[in-house]
Every structure is written in C-alpha cells, then in structure tokens.
C-alpha cells in the first residue's frame, strides 16, 4: 500500500487519482500508524513552507524521517520536494528534512514568478524514479521557490537560472514538478516509483 | 524551456459544452469530458471549464461534471463559474478541480482571492477578468459580461495579482468568438502591468493570431474554445506551426 500524507495542506486528490488510475494501492491518510504500516510514502504539498509546521505539530516528522531510515520508498512532490532540502527562504524559521544540502530559494527578479507551466527535464543518467525518460521531456510546474542543482540532482530545468527537478538518494525521491498534472511522462514517472 | 501554454476551454451550460459568438447564440459542443480527454490527448496544456449560466440551483450539475472530467485527466484542470465563496470554492477543488477562476464575486469581494489562495495556494487561484473596450481604455465587466463595472481592467488585474491570484485570465469581449484575433494591446499591457501569467483569450482564429499574441502580446499562454471545439485548427497541428515559427511549445507532447 502507498500511503500519502495529508497534513491538511491543499488538495491531494489529484495525486491519489494518478496512482488509482495506475492500477496501484493508495490511502491518503494522517495517520502516523497508516505510514508506519505502508510500502511506500508519498509526500505531496502544495502552497506555502509553513504549511510544513502541521508535520511537527502532529508528530509526522518523526514518523516520515523514520520511514526514510528504515529504507522506505519516499516521493516528495513539490513542497514535499523542498522539505527534503535543509530549508526554505520563504519560512526560514521551518527546518527542513536536510537530505539534501541547500536551501529553496526564490527566483531571480529578471525571470515571472511563479513559474507556471510545461518545461522540459535535462535528465541525467542513472535515476530509478525517470528510467525510460526521454531527455527534454516536459513536465508541469507551478511554484515560487526553487531548490538549488546539487549532487543528487537527476533531472534539471531551466528559468532564470537552472534549478532541481528532480532528486534522488538512496530510496529517497524528490520531484519539484507535478507528475499528476504532466500527462503520459507524469504518469510513466509515478508507475516507476510503484515499481521501485 | 518554459513553454507558451495551449489552453483549450469549454463553455458548459446545463452538462454540456457550448459556444456563442460574443457571448451569445450558443452551439452545442459535446460532452465535458469527453471533450477534455480529446483535447488533452491531442496536445492541450491545461483544460478550461467554465459554466457559464452558473446558477445556485444548477451547482450540482457542475460538480457532476466537474468530477467526470477530472477523473481521467492528468493535465492541469481549472473550473469556474458561479464561485462566490470559499465553500463553494472548496467543493470544486473536491470534485477534482487543480484550479479555480473566479471573476465577477472577485470584483465585488476582492478579499476572497486571499481566502482562497490562503487555503489552497495562489497557484490555485485564476482571476478572470472580461474586458471591453469603452471610449479608448479597457473596462471590466461582470455578469457574464452583462453589467459594466466603470473599473479600468489593468488597474484590476494588478490589484488582483496583489491580492494573491496566481494568473489572469483575460478575455477580449470584442473578440470573442470572432476568430478575428486576440486583442494583444490589451494582453501586452496587462502583461507588463503583472508578476504573474497572464492567459490571452478571445478571438483565436488561426496559427498567427496565438504567434502574435505570444510575440506581440507577450502573453504567457492563449486560451481559446470555438476553433478546437469545431475543428477549424488541430491543437497538435498548431503547436506543430508554432514550433516552427520559433515560438517554444510543447510539441511534440
């Protein structure tokens, strides 16, 4: 079973419509004993960095950086991608899961923001979570912060400055684009992380 | 590369897609979702669908349609009409909605954009805004473009970009429906006038009407209903056009 996390923040329903539509298991649940007990975390967000404060409040913190330990699949999306890094601009005070070094920041003034829209992935070979995505493959955005290209960095884009579109570590995965709302390369992506 | 989006709308009254020129003489169109999925399918970037006689007594036929068209949708989906409050915008973002477009109870109640965009994010909330040209500038009308406002239509899209919308949707009344071409005067001026995307819509008739629009207009994405509802252009055949002309598309999608 794929558990997602709802801490009450913005609207999940696309995301467990993805995985329904894949054939695949899926409780979207608040539950800490729900994750405990689940093969896979899906870890969505939408909206704002301190939306994040809802985890620690409700003890979900601790039950997801278990889950990581203990080798559990996790796919953040989104917000749910920046929490992996150390923090956010937008809500310095909130801690991130600090997986991966760096810290989300907005974009530079030269470049709209937020950045809305299909852009295409520079993939980089070897990732689990894009095998048998095409290079410049166009995925669906929508977001004012943007976590900086690091180490794990398996797919960048491109606005204003290159950023992270993808990340993975381990069996740690982390997407700042929308797979639900990308089309066929969304849903090829989410059947990947069902078969990791 | 950040692409220009393709935006296919549809106007639905009483379940069912329709279009009128200007916003009259309405044609039948088809099934919503059904006409969703063949316009993803073949090359839309986001999916419109906008009820436009939207009536308390008829919401629920919105949400009905409103679910069977997200059900087998994986582009981004936006829904409005007849939203006035955040219950009524909860509920469509429960029937399965990634957005919602709020126009006339955005004029009246500015301070809902905020509600909305609070709870759900501003990437949530598109602002529709349908202007007309009166004695040389641009006034805001509402109403499903019945009641004139007296407002200034950039000077409503900045306040609405203030207030936490994440795009403007903008209509040219006097295009619409016309496939005489956007109005990229208008589009260009609250293109510079906003932070946010902007959606040209109103008057899409052929390729180089969505390559002005996006090069004149500066518009981050076109909207347009008539000419895919009735196969006057192919979106996969246009985005194939704009491709060629330089203009940065998802193609082939």
Redesign the interface.
Known sequence: MIAIVDYRAGNLNSVKKAFDHLGAQVRVTDQPEALAVADKIVFPGVGHFSSLQALDRTGRRKTLLEAVSAGKPLLGICLGMQWLFEGSEESGEIAGAGIFAGTCRQFPSCVKSPHVGWNSLAVQPGSRLLRGIAQDSYVYYTHSFYAPVVRETTASSEYGLPFTGAVESGNIFGVQFHPEKSGEVGLAILKNFCEI | ?????IIACLDMTGGRVVKGVQFKNLRDAGDPAECASAH?RNGA?EIVLLDITATSANRGTLLDAVRGT???L???FTVGGGIRTLEDAAAV??A?A?KIAINSAAVCEPELIGKIAGR?????VVVAIDAKKVNGSFEVFIAGGRLSTGRDAIQWAREAAACGA??ILLTSMDRDGTQSGFDCSLVRAAAEAV???VIASGGAGSPRDFIEVFREGCA??ALAASIFHFGVENIAQLKRELHHAGIPV?WP?
């Open positions: 590369m950040l692409t220009k989006r993803a970037d997200a059900r087998a994986f582009v981004p973002f429960d399965g990634d759900f994010g501003s990437q949530a994440g795009e932070s946010i995307p981050d994405a998802r999608c």
